[in-house]
Antibody
Framework: QVQLQESGPGLVKPSQTLSLTCTVSGGSISSGGYYWSWIRQHPGKGLEWIGYIYYSGSTYYNPSLKSRVTISVDTSKNQFSLKLSSVTAADTAVYYC???????????WGQGTLVTVSS | DIQMTQSPSSVSASVGDRVTITCRASQGISSWLAWYQQKPGKAPKLLIYAASSLQSGVPSRFSGSGSGTDFTLTISSLQPEDFATYYCQQANSFPLFGPGTKVDIK
């Protein structure tokens, strides 16, 4: 069974870059067949897809965040990462990583990590 | 861009009740629709995909139907563990979630 675990700072200052890593176990990112995605949830709100990446490096970003988002993959470490630049308080959220099957279904999720943007 | 709506935004129900949640897409998405359940403090869980296919391990009291723009999630007999928020998600293009429907105790 695939397991995902987010890691990274829980507090980021405004205007800085939020950086998170998702470590995948129980399966290989480079085996193909899955996309690897980031999703966030503002406190008490709904779910927002940030973007996703294939092991080859092909990326797909939410148009509303595209100018600030970079998702990358490190197959040697079986990890993928999120960078969100120029953050504001509006980026405070729980960030989830998830595996995305070929039919764009998020079937395995990390537990989520709360990132607070504050000075 | 496709927009997703859900109704109702919240519903109060009792154990044993039949609960139906509706999801509507602003344009046709065939059967590219999934449903997730999220409990407080937890990650969402995939319940149904392709509008009506039950994910492995999901109880049969959950069912989905619809195609095109209108979809429903039905819980035939609500159980205590079903009190949660339910999200639809279109998978026809860049994935997008609906705003959610909270099912709470009456």
């Amino acid at each position: 069974q695939v397991q995902l675990q987010e890691s990274g700072p829980g507090l980021v200052k405004p205007s800085q870059t939020l950086s998170l890593t998702c470590t995948v176990s129980g399966g290989s990112i480079s085996s193909g067949g899955y996309y690897w995605s980031w999703i966030r949830q503002h406190p008490g709100k709904g779910l927002e897809w940030i973007g996703y990446i294939y092991y080859s490096g092909s990326t797909y970003y939410n148009p509303s965040l595209k100018s600030r988002v970079t998702i990358s993959v490190d197959t040697s470490k079986n990890q993928f990462s999120l960078k969100l630049s120029s953050v504001t308080a509006a980026d405070t959220a729980v960030y989830y990583c998830a595996s995305l099957g070929p039919e764009l279904l998020a079937d395995y999720w990390g537990q989520g990590t709360l990132v607070t943007v504050s000075s | 861009d496709i927009q997703m709506t859900q109704s109702p935004s919240s519903v109060s129900a009792s154990v044993g009740d039949r609960v139906t949640i509706t999801c509507r897409a602003s344009q046709g998405i065939s059967s590219w629709l999934a449903w997730y359940q999220q409990k407080p403090g937890k990650a969402p869980k995939l319940l149904i995909y392709a509008a009506s296919s039950l994910q492995s391990g999901v109880p049969s009291r959950f069912s989905g139907s619809g195609s095109g723009t209108d979809f429903t999630l039905t819980i035939s007999s609500l159980q205590p563990e079903d009190f949660a928020t339910y999200y639809c998600q279109q998978a026809n293009s860049f994935p997008l979630f609906g705003p959610g429907t909270k099912v709470d105790i009456k």
